[in-house]
């Protein structure tokens, strides 16, 4: 066995125990923070899975968006929200372990028999190499057009909603100052406010 | 078109290759090539590890002169001539002092932060290229492999900025995190239309696009808007002052670093000088030319009447290219450096309202523009 092939199968091993064991982990831990972090490693594990098999870019993009983007946006959320406090037990813990475990060791089954079923084309096509970002802009641009394109604008609608989500401010004024009713409620809060529901629509009282 | 575009502009002078000769020479001392291989893979990473680290000591070193030098003072003078071994003197003190973990801290994940810190920027050092073939690795995905790097660093700000179970580490952290995402953004645009004008994402063929006519065809004159942009957001998430926020001292005494000692401390440190020097390197790659020198070797070559493919005249310009990429890199430290000492620092929505509602606006015109450009011109925007 050459150095080159030894070392391909010792960085395999590493990684998808690395990737194994994170994400039981990411499952199993009770501090949610380890969780997230956790699933930073498993990504990057993932993403080292990918350089093994000589998809460089698409390595590149996972560490982009998966560390980078997604992983991050979780730990904003744990730690803008994180309260110290111990969670009440809750009645019949055991047997909703017990039942969730149980569809997790079915849906495991059944990828195994998948697994074991399907006859896998090895040693499949030649990889392409440092060509496959061209091959992947290519594919993008043609036949996955569709599904790209219908990504984004579900990309955009989220992007949307967020922007509504966070800014009511734009729907409701206090009546009296004219300011934004959420800012105002921050600052005041003993004092009552009128809230207008659209500032915008005319009242019945303007109407002619 | 992609493809043709992609020959032609990998087609360039073969240059020095120490890799094949150093194969070449073990294996005529009777190795086999892969072992010649994996006795040649160490040697560049170590030395690009050592360049790295020296060139944390100069910037530190250029660092106290210049801030002395803004501030009417004299600096560092004892330690060595004019004061060099001073930044040697720091790093030994920060080596013998004592690591404190917090004793409500979370140890695990406090000492993990400075190294998720540090380890993706000197992995970045992969890409960066001193010449056609002095560089570690000349991937395919090149600069987009940087880009993806340095999006890990947030990860490790908010892991040390959480376990330190301080608020002002915590608040460092978000901010942090929050300051380089978004000027991440503006940040791979303005690359993007540079990867445009040279139909690859490798570094070594970013530089070969710009090597046509000397000082005149380097990318800087074709992307002056997204110079700007790249700039000002390397220098955010360098955190440099302006954009020092996650560490500003009179609102968070450190930030996430609040409670780090030693050598954890000394790591934070170092990752920042090493992603400094890295910045201004990409900088000096992505739209200076990178190693080619203001006049093209090969003319110098042609006037001086030698062969470009002399061993002698190889090494000459093999340095040369070495000189020109530190010289670029360090002419952008020290702006870096007067930018530090000569400006105040932005408030967090002032940084946030920079980087949303105007790099990351103007990076996407520029990024049409040129794609307009290279239609309309390809010959000088790289068809």
Same mark, same amino acid.
């Given at each position: ?49 990918? &350089? *093994? +098999?000589? !998809?460089?870019?698409? =390595? ?6 998966? /560390?980078?983007?997604?992983? @991050? ?80 604008? &579900? *990309? +955009?609608? !989220?992007?949307?909603? =967020? ?6 401010? /734009?729907?409701?004024?206090? @009546? ?33 | ?383």
């Amino acid at each position: 066995m050459s150095i080159a092939s030894t070392t391909q199968q010792i960085c395999f091993l590493v990684l998808s125990a690395t990737t194994v064991v994170g994400s039981l982990g990411v499952v199993l831990l009770p501090n949610i923070v380890y969780s997230a972090f956790l699933l930073g490693g498993v990504f990057l594990s993932v993403a080292g899975l990918y &350089l *093994l +098999l000589n !998809a460089s870019f698409v =390595a590149a993009a996972q560490i982009l968006v998966y /560390v980078g983007a997604v992983n @991050v946006l979780i730990l904003f959320a744990i730690m803008l929200v994180n309260k110290q406090e111990t969670l009440a037990v809750i009645p019949g813990l055991l047997v909703r372990r017990l039942l969730s475990g149980a569809v997790c060791a079915g849906l495991f089954a059944l990828l195994l028999r998948v697994a074991f079923t399907t006859t896998w084309a090895l040693p499949g096509p030649p990889p392409v190499g440092e060509e496959a970002t061209i091959r992947i802009g290519e594919h993008l641009f043609t036949d996955y057009l569709l599904p790209f394109e219908l990504a984004s604008v &579900l *990309l +955009l609608m !989220a992007m949307i909603g =967020a922007i509504v989500l966070a800014r009511r401010d /734009v729907f409701s004024t206090d @009546v009296i100052t004219g300011e934004p009713a959420d800012q105002g409620l921050i600052e005041k809060e003993r004092t009552p406010l009128l809230i207008e529901k659209s500032a915008n629509e005319p009242t019945l009282l303007t109407k002619p | 078109m992609l493809s043709t575009g992609l020959m032609g502009a990998t087609v360039a002078p073969p240059g020095l290759d120490l890799q094949s000769s150093f194969i070449d020479l073990a294996q005529g001392m009777g190795l086999t090539a892969g072992a010649a291989r994996l006795l040649w893979l160490p040697l560049p990473m170590v030395l690009v590890l050592v360049g790295a680290v020296v060139g944390v000591l100069v910037s530190v070193w250029l660092e106290r002169k210049i801030s002395a030098a803004v501030q009417q003072r004299i600096g560092p003078e004892y330690a060595g001539a004019l004061g060099v071994l001073q930044p040697l003197a720091d790093g030994l003190k920060l080596v013998f002092k004592e690591d404190i973990i917090p004793a409500r801290a979370d140890s695990v994940l406090f000492s993990l932060g400075p190294v998720l810190v540090v380890v993706p920027v000197i992995l970045s050092w992969l890409v960066v290229p001193f010449g056609q073939n002095l560089l570690i690795s000349n991937v395919g995905v090149g600069i987009f492999l940087w880009i993806a790097l340095s999006s890990i660093q947030p990860i490790g700000l908010l892991m040390s900025g959480y376990s330190s179970n301080n608020k002002y580490s915590l608040l460092g952290g978000l901010r942090a995190a929050a300051q380089s995402i978004s000027y991440e953004i503006p940040l791979a645009l303005a690359v993007l239309a540079v990867v445009m004008m040279s139909n690859s994402l490798s570094t070594v063929d970013i530089v070969a696009q710009q090597t046509g006519a000397g000082i005149l065809s380097w990318n800087i004159w074709r992307q002056p808007v997204g110079f700007v942009i790249f700039w000002i957001c390397a220098l955010a998430e360098c955190e440099r002052l302006p954009f020092d926020l996650p560490e500003a001292e009179e609102e968070l005494v450190a930030g996430y670093q609040t409670e780090y000692s030693g050598m954890k401390f000394a790591l934070f440190y170092l990752g920042s000088y090493i992603n400094l020097v890295l910045s201004a390197l990409l900088v000096s790659v992505l739209y200076l030319g990178g190693w080619s020198f203001p006049i093209p070797v090969e003319w110098i070559t042609g006037w001086l009447g030698v062969s470009p493919d002399a061993p002698l005249v190889q090494v000459i310009t093999g340095s040369i290219g070495i000189v020109s990429t530190i010289l670029k890199a360090y002419l952008l430290v020290f702006f870096a450096i007067l930018l530090r000492w000569t400006t105040p620092r932005v408030r967090i929505d002032q940084l946030l309202d920079l980087g949303w509602k105007f790099l990351l606006p103007i990076a996407l015109v520029n990024l049409l523009v040129t794609a307009g450009l290279k239609l309309a011109f390809p010959v000088a925007f790289g068809g």
